[in-house]
């Protein structure tokens, strides 16, 4: 079997190569980012000078033939899909199945019209257009409420307004903007492994820390091993799939209502992240479930649920943590860690970046420390 993993964001790009050698992939890897030769597992490695070349790469190097193409990152999905290649070449090199996908690619709009009209659970939302029509829209569906600017990642372009006042504060720069109803609740997060809208694997967590907000990413996660009581979960990510033309690995956002105890779907990002393969350190490894898919078992994602368990794990992504988490391996984060650069931890360039960090730090306070340290006069 042969993968073609192409993409910007080393961070992103970093677990795929190993997880889909796992599953018995080779895996030719194509990027503008010279950090992704550090990773393991990578069979042959295509360098490209800028971004602007990564579609035309891509596209040349697909017509070899691919079992499984993944984009790992929001640019380079937004770069295909906008690209001047025609749909059916856009489909082959994106994670979806018809036309219809590419809209909701990139677009918290997209997402939230798509969800609406095929019947997922989704919070009531406002599409709005021009500044002038954004106090009355939220005025409509309710405070408190967010606002999401269409194209943003990462947190970024999310707030969260409870008063007119608020709102009139945001600095939306470009329109049109969502503005979703706020749903009071836990918030729960799936990396999931769609194959013709049906999910192969999934995990559950939930996100316990996200810096710089808790819109961010996200340092701490609470996992639960998936069983036959989540069975309504995995009812609705197929539902989830099928809406979305779902062909690839997918960050799944939902919040479990405190008020009516359902499931609202709110994001769905149609790449991995850096969380994709954690549930094997507490589960089955999810290479294993992808392995089985493309060797004839398209039923993987519900083997081995059948039994109830209470086991829940907290994990770390360590290159998000600060100095002293690291220091004192909080959460046991060295581990994964290592799993994600694939080299010995002293030597990563994360961890030389907060050592750095940490040692300007300590230097501004040096002048105090020589005050303290030399003999009283007089």
Same mark, same amino acid.
């Given at each position: 079997?042969?993968?073609?993993?192409?993409?910007?964001?080393?961070?992103?790009?970093?677990?795929?190569?190993?997880?889909?050698?796992?599953?018995?992939?080779?895996?030719?890897?194509?990027?503008?980012?010279?950090?992704?030769?550090?990773?393991?597992?990578?069979?042959?490695?295509?360098?490209?000078?800028?971004?602007?070349?990564?579609?035309?790469?891509?596209?040349?190097?697909?017509?070899?033939?691919?079992?499984?193409?993944?984009?790992?990152?929001?640019?380079?999905?937004?770069?295909?899909?906008?690209?001047?290649?025609?749909?059916?070449?856009?489909?082959?090199?994106?994670? *979806?199945?018809?036309?219809?996908?590419?809209?909701?690619?990139?677009?918290?709009?997209?997402?939230?019209?798509?969800?609406?009209?095929?019947? *997922?659970?989704?919070?009531?939302?406002?599409?709005?257009?021009?500044?002038?029509?954004?106090?009355?829209?939220?005025?409509?569906?309710?405070?408190?409420?967010?606002?999401?600017?269409?194209?943003?990642?990462?947190?970024?372009?999310?707030?969260?307004?409870?008063?007119?006042?608020?709102?009139?504060?945001?600095?939306?720069?470009?329109?049109?903007?969502?503005?979703?109803? %706020?749903?009071?609740?836990?918030?729960?997060?799936?990396?999931?492994?769609?194959?013709?809208?049906?999910?192969?694997?999934?995990?559950?967590?939930?996100?316990?820390?996200?810096?710089?907000?808790?819109?961010?990413?996200?340092?701490?996660?609470?996992?639960?091993?998936?069983?036959?009581?989540?069975?309504?979960?995995?009812?609705?990510?197929?539902?989830?799939?099928?809406?979305?033309?779902?062909?690839?690995?997918?960050?799944?956002?939902?919040?479990?209502?405190?008020?009516?105890?359902?499931?609202?779907?709110?994001?769905?990002?149609?790449?991995?992240?850096?969380?994709?393969?954690?549930? %094997?350190?507490?589960?089955?490894?999810?290479?294993?479930?992808?392995?089985?898919?493309?060797?004839?078992?398209?039923?993987?994602?519900?083997?081995?649920?059948?039994?109830?368990?209470?086991?829940?794990?907290?994990?770390?992504?360590?290159?998000?943590?600060?100095?002293?988490?690291?220091?004192?391996?909080?959460?046991?984060?060295?581990?994964?860690?290592?799993?994600?650069?694939?080299?010995?931890?002293?030597?990563?360039?994360?961890?030389? %970046?907060?050592?750095?960090?940490?040692?300007?730090?300590?230097?501004?306070?040096?002048?105090?420390?020589?005050?303290?340290?030399?003999?009283?006069?007089?």
């Amino acid at each position: 079997m042969k993968a073609l993993v192409y993409g910007v964001d080393a961070n992103l790009i970093a677990a795929i190569p190993p997880l889909l050698s796992r599953a018995g992939f080779t895996v030719d890897v194509i990027s503008s980012n010279e950090r992704v030769q550090r990773i393991n597992a990578i069979d042959h490695f295509i360098k490209v000078d800028s971004i602007d070349e990564l579609v035309s790469k891509v596209r040349h190097h697909a017509q070899q033939g691919f079992d499984l193409i993944v984009a790992c990152d929001d640019l380079s999905l937004r770069l295909v899909r906008d690209s001047a290649l025609s749909v059916e070449e856009k489909i082959t090199l994106l994670p *979806v199945t018809n036309p219809a996908g590419l809209r909701h690619l990139c677009s918290k709009i997209g997402l939230a019209v798509c969800l609406q009209e095929h019947g *997922v659970p989704s919070p009531e939302f406002s599409v709005v257009t021009h500044a002038r029509d954004m106090q009355r829209a939220a005025e409509t569906l309710g405070f408190p409420l967010l606002v999401k600017i269409d194209f943003s990642s990462g947190g970024n372009g999310v707030f969260e307004v409870a008063t007119a006042q608020a709102l009139a504060a945001i600095p939306v720069e470009r329109y049109p903007v969502l503005l979703q109803e %706020k749903i009071d609740g836990n918030n729960l997060e799936f990396s999931v492994f769609f194959q013709k809208g049906m999910p192969v694997f999934y995990d559950i967590a939930e996100p316990l820390c996200c810096r710089p907000n808790r819109f961010g990413p996200g340092v701490l996660r609470k996992y639960r091993m998936p069983t036959q009581s989540n069975r309504v979960i995995f009812e609705h990510l197929k539902s989830l799939g099928a809406a979305l033309g779902a062909d690839g690995f997918a960050n799944v956002c939902c919040i479990e209502s405190r008020i009516d105890g359902q499931y609202y779907f709110i994001e769905a990002d149609m790449r991995p992240t850096v969380w994709v393969e954690y549930s %094997k350190y507490f589960d089955e490894d999810p290479a294993n479930k992808i392995s089985r898919y493309f060797h004839g078992d398209e039923r993987s994602a519900t083997n081995g649920y059948s039994v109830e368990t209470k086991t829940e794990v907290v994990l770390s992504y360590a290159p998000r943590l600060s100095f002293f988490e690291i220091l004192f391996n909080r959460y046991h984060c060295r581990a994964h860690y290592s799993n994600y650069l694939r080299r010995k931890y002293l030597f990563s360039s994360s961890s030389i %970046k907060s050592t750095k960090f940490w040692l300007l730090d300590q230097i501004r306070h040096w002048p105090l420390v020589e005050r303290l340290r030399s003999p009283r006069r007089g």
